[in-house]
T-cell receptor, first 117, second 112 residues
């Protein structure tokens, strides 16, 4: 079975542009979360979706938005890109929402490396 | 104060050594705890969950002290392949819902 898949793997954007990152969860997983990892730091929570509804939002500006589709795949959109948005964007999937039950392991995709110049 | 704090390291140890990492968390309502491993330029992968009674998986032992809000990871008989960044992760519930909160990671380098 395929793991969590993300696309694109690498991309370069210019300040002020917009970007869309995509994620397909593991088959059967209904929860998708997005994280931003800046070089040298741990991942920071951005959003969580479960059954197409937002279940959590981290401390990120409104330039960041996301959605989950009926097939449980997800997109993360970032508008008006800033240099500081350069990071690895990680998607994670799980059967249930994070923290919902013991044993609800969360699996990460390989991430999308975004460079803003 | 960061919600989850770790010593960034690096910890440079010889093969065969025992090394311990510590982590503290600020939210006493935290519900579950994990150690993730992240190799350079790769995604984080679950190493082990951390239970109140402490748990062991081969060479790895995790401990949780809820009273002190402290988590530890002990690696015995270090291997070269253990070289990686170890992320302490706490599942917290707040107004934003349940969310995993990561520490900044502790870098381990095991040398021959």
């Amino acid at each position: 079975d395929a793991g969590v898949t993300q696309s694109p793997t690498h991309l370069i954007k210019t300040r002020g542009q917009q970007v869309t990152l995509r994620c397909s969860p593991i088959s059967g997983h209904k929860s998708v979360s997005w994280y931003q990892q800046v070089l040298g730091q741990g991942p920071q929570f951005i959003f969580q979706y479960y059954e197409k509804e937002e279940r959590g939002r981290g401390n990120f500006p409104d330039r960041f938005s996301a959605r989950q589709f009926p097939n449980y795949s997800s997109e993360l959109n970032v508008n008006a890109l800033l240099l500081g948005d350069s990071a690895l964007y990680l998607c994670a999937s799980s059967l249930a929402p994070q923290g919902a039950m013991t044993g609800n392991t969360i699996y990460f995709g390989e991430g999308s490396w975004l460079t803003v110049v | 104060r960061k919600e989850v704090e770790q010593d960034p390291g690096p910890f440079n140890v010889p093969e065969g050594a025992t090394v311990a990492f510590n982590c503290t968390y600020s939210n006493s309502a935290s519900q579950s705890f994990f150690w993730y491993r992240q190799d350079c330029r790769k995604e984080p992968k679950l190493l082990m969950s951390v239970y109140s009674s402490g748990n062991e998986d081969g060479r790895f032992t995790a401990q949780l002290n809820r009273a002190s809000q402290y988590i530890s990871l002990l690696i015995r008989d270090s291997k070269l392949s253990d070289s990686a960044t170890y992320l302490c992760v706490v599942n917290m519930r707040n107004n934003a819902g349940n969310m995993l909160t990561f520490g900044g990671g502790t870098r381990l380098m095991v040398k021959p």
